[in-house]
C-alpha cells in the first residue's frame, strides 16, 4: 500500500515539478498485453504475463506477475515486484517545459539525471534517479503538441524493473 501511495506521490510530484495542475486524460482499452488509447493514439504493450489496472480516466498501471496488486507496497518489497505506470496529461505550460528540458539535455545522451532519448521517432525525455548507484526510478515523457505521454516506474527493488521499463518504451507507437 506503501508503494501505491509512494507511485502516486511521485507522479503528482512529476507534474508540480512544472508548477501547475494536469488534467489525465484516459481511455486505455486492455486487449492480452497489447494497451490501447485510441483518443490520443497511443499503443504499447504490456510485458507477458503481467497485470494491467484500468485506472479510469487516469492512467494505466502494469504490475509484475509476483505482484499482488492489492498490496503493492509489500509484493514489491519483498518479492522485488515491478509496476509500470503510463498516463497522458494536456497542458500547454507543461509540454513546453518539456520541449525546453529537451532542448537544453539534446547534447547529453549518456550522462546524468535527464537524457533524450527517442521513442516511435519522436523525441522523449528520460529522467533516471539514483542511490548508491542503483536505479531506484526512471521515468520519460514525450511532448506532441499540448499532451505529454508519460512512463515511469515505481519504486524499483529490483534490478529487472528497469528492463522491464525499457522494454515497454521500445513498444510504444505515438500517432498514426
Same mark, same amino acid.
Given at each position: 500500500?506503501?508503494?501505491?501511495?509512494?507511485?502516486?506521490?511521485?507522479?503528482?510530484?512529476?507534474?508540480?515539478?512544472?508548477?501547475?495542475?494536469?488534467?489525465?486524460?484516459?481511455?486505455?482499452?486492455?486487449?492480452?498485453?497489447?494497451?490501447?488509447?485510441?483518443?490520443?493514439?497511443?499503443?504499447?504493450?504490456?510485458?507477458?504475463?503481467?497485470?494491467?489496472?484500468?485506472?479510469?480516466?487516469?492512467?494505466?498501471?502494469?504490475?509484475?506477475?509476483?505482484?499482488?496488486?492489492?498490496?503493492?507496497?509489500?509484493?514489491?518489497?519483498?518479492?522485488?515486484?515491478?509496476?509500470?505506470?503510463?498516463?497522458?496529461?494536456?497542458?500547454?505550460?507543461?509540454?513546453?517545459?518539456?520541449?525546453?528540458?529537451?532542448?537544453?539535455?539534446?547534447?547529453?545522451?549518456?550522462?546524468? !539525471?535527464? %537524457? /533524450?532519448?527517442?521513442? *516511435?521517432?519522436?523525441?522523449?525525455?528520460?529522467?533516471? #534517479?539514483?542511490?548508491?548507484? +542503483?536505479? &531506484?526510478?526512471? !521515468?520519460? %515523457? /514525450?511532448?506532441?503538441? *499540448?499532451?505529454?505521454?508519460?512512463?515511469?516506474?515505481? #519504486?524499483?527493488?529490483?534490478? +529487472?524493473? &528497469?528492463?522491464?521499463?525499457?522494454? /515497454?518504451?521500445?513498444?510504444?507507437?505515438?500517432?498514426?
Amino acid at each position: 500500500m506503501i508503494l501505491v501511495i509512494i507511485f502516486f506521490l511521485a507522479l503528482a510530484g512529476a507534474f508540480l515539478f512544472y508548477n501547475h495542475k494536469a488534467q489525465y486524460l484516459g481511455g486505455f482499452k486492455i486487449e492480452g498485453n497489447l494497451i490501447e488509447n485510441d483518443k490520443f493514439n497511443l499503443t504499447f504493450l504490456a510485458p507477458e504475463s503481467w497485470q494491467a489496472r484500468n485506472f479510469g480516466e487516469g492512467g494505466i498501471g502494469l504490475f509484475s506477475p509476483e505482484v499482488d496488486a492489492d498490496d503493492f507496497a509489500n509484493s514489491a518489497r519483498e518479492k522485488g515486484a515491478c509496476l509500470v505506470g503510463v498516463s497522458i496529461s494536456e497542458e500547454k505550460s507543461a509540454a513546453d517545459y518539456v520541449r525546453s528540458l529537451i532542448e537544453e539535455n539534446r547534447k547529453n545522451k549518456e550522462d546524468g !539525471e535527464y %537524457q /533524450v532519448i527517442t521513442l *516511435n521517432g519522436k523525441e522523449a525525455l528520460k529522467r533516471t #534517479l539514483l542511490k548508491d548507484g +542503483k536505479v &531506484i526510478f526512471a !521515468e520519460a %515523457q /514525450v511532448p506532441i503538441k *499540448n499532451l505529454i505521454y508519460h512512463f515511469d516506474t515505481s #519504486l524499483i527493488y529490483s534490478d +529487472k524493473c &528497469i528492463g522491464y521499463f525499457e522494454d /515497454v518504451l521500445k513498444t510504444v507507437q505515438i500517432g498514426k
